[in-house]
T-cell receptor, first 108, second 114 residues
């Protein structure tokens, strides 16, 4: 991927555990988007973080952005079964190249 | 009401035939995109349009032709279909010119080529 790449491809965790997914990108950006894709559906934005923010929270989600290392992370606290999905990051610039995504499975 | 409509939801075609995938967005966006996703594969960028003009084409084959008859429409014509074309095709849109450029995706058209 030219833009966003996830470092992990598959994660399986127990319900209630915390999980972190990482993403690295190769070019300058002012924003990183995190999307989730449920089975059989298109991706949907869940959180975005701007370059002037080191951390962004939304409910149980927490995104971080380190522009110096060109990396971002998405953490989910106390994962639930409904968090099972594929998670992508994207830098939101003109051409959108999503990485392979991280397939998260939360086991009850 | 759905903001991005893709039709049909499922499509079965025979090898060598031609099909058109429909996409309409009602978000007032000026940029539209097509992606494809094969089973258990990453989302693959195909085309981007801005103000009804082609901005980027990452599809190697000329068998894939986007068509924009209206500013909120971006259809995808696929000719000489092959079994390898079987995938789910997603349409998306965004408001270009805004720094965040969040994309909104349609529900997809699942194409099966026999």
């Amino acid at each position: 991927s030219q833009w966003g790449e996830e470092n992990l491809q598959a994660l399986s965790i127990q319900e209630g555990e915390d999980v972190t997914m990482n993403c690295s990108y190769k070019t300058y950006t002012t924003v990183v988007h995190w999307y989730r894709q449920d089975s059989g559906r298109g991706p949907a934005l869940i959180i975005l973080i701007r370059s002037n923010e080191r951390e962004k929270r939304s409910g149980r989600l927490r995104a971080t952005l380190d522009t110096s290392s060109q990396s971002s992370s998405l953490s989910i606290t106390a994962a639930q079964c409904e968090d099972t999905a594929v998670y992508f990051c994207d830098t939101g610039y003109q051409n959108f190249y999503f990485g392979k995504g991280t397939s998260l499975t939360v086991i009850p | 009401d759905p903001k991005i409509i893709q039709k049909p939801k499922y499509l079965v075609a025979v090898t060598g035939s031609e099909k058109i995938l429909i996409c309409e967005q009602y978000l007032g966006h000026n940029a539209m995109y097509w992606y494809r996703q094969s089973a258990k594969k990453p989302l693959e960028f195909m085309f981007s349009y801005s103000y009804q003009k082609l901005m980027d084409n990452q599809t190697a084959s000329s068998r894939f032709q986007p068509q924009s008859s209206k500013k909120n429409h971006l259809d995808l014509q696929i000719t000489a279909l092959k079994p390898d074309d079987s995938a789910t095709y997603f349409c998306a849109s965004s408001q270009e010119g805004q720094g965040e450029a969040e994309q909104f995706f349609g529900p997809g058209t699942r194409l099966t080529v026999l």
